[in-house]
């Protein structure tokens, strides 16, 4: 049972254009969802976050957000680099305070020069 | 300067035989984890540590066994390996509960 889905496994985006990358889930106890990024034989690295009291947050050129009635997030790269060539991860936990995190199977992102 | 480390990071050995992955992070971080990525590229969380102390356990064989010295250590032991064992492990640490830093990960290999 998946509580965290990424339904799109791959994306291609033109350089400078937006990327839109999806994550749905399951579990209407989740409360705080992450945005991973990892490159080949690379460890995930954190990207942003988003807490369920909020519906958007911002950091430079990533912006997440969050529809808890669809229970349904997305990332929004602006403008899209190629740099920005990875796979991407989503990742959600319930109850704060907990330090279990659900992760999605990820979705690769190829930005094209 | 490396945050959260991993070694080997390759691993190729044999079914039956026991393995250990070492990781270490240098982030001052109270909490540790196992992660297995297998072939369909689930990420899914084995072990918790919480200053020394397991916090979570997934549904994981008991051919497993982590081992965490210090806060700073989170090893992980595999006894009797066997195939489907093959995957690449993560160790990640955080600051309580707050997002994760990710190790380069081990790719074990066993056949």
């Known amino acids: 049972d998946q509580q965290v889905k990424q339904n799109s496994p791959s994306l291609s985006v033109q350089e400078g254009r937006i990327s839109i990358l999806n994550c749905d889930y399951t579990?209407?106890?989740?409360?705080?969802f992450l945005w991973y990024k990892k490159y080949p034989a690379e460890g995930p690295t954190f990207l942003i976050s988003?807490?369920?009291?909020?519906d958007k947050n911002e950091d430079g050129r990533f912006t997440v957000f969050l529809n808890k009635s669809a229970k349904h997030l997305s990332l929004h790269i602006v403008p899209s680099q190629p740099g920005d060539s990875a796979v991407y991860f989503c990742?959600?936990?319930?109850?704060?305070?907990?330090?279990?995190?659900?992760f999605g199977t990820g979705t690769r992102l190829k930005v094209l020069a | 300067d490396t945050a959260v480390s991993q070694t080997p990071k390759y691993l190729v050995t044999q079914m039956g035989n026991d393995k250990s992955i070492k990781c270490e992070q240098n982030?001052?971080?109270?909490?540790m984890y196992w992660y297995k990525q297998d072939s369909k590229k689930f990420l899914k969380i084995m072990f918790s540590?919480?200053?020394?102390?397991?916090?979570i356990n997934e549904t994981v064989p008991n051919r497993f066994s982590p081992k965490s010295p210090d806060k700073a250590h989170l090893n992980l032991h595999i006894n009797s390996l066997e195939l489907g064992d093959s995957a690449v492990y993560f160790c990640?640490?955080?600051?309580?509960?707050?997002?994760?830093?990710f190790g380069p990960g081990t790719r074990l290999t066993v056949l």
């Open positions: 988003i807490s369920s009291i909020k």
């Open positions: 579990n209407s106890m989740f409360d705080y």
């Open positions: 990742a959600a936990s319930g109850t704060s305070g907990t330090y279990k995190y659900i």
């Open positions: 540590y919480n200053n020394k102390e397991l916090i």
């Open positions: 990640a640490s955080s600051f309580s509960y707050n997002e994760q830093f």
């Open positions: 982030l001052g971080h109270d909490t």
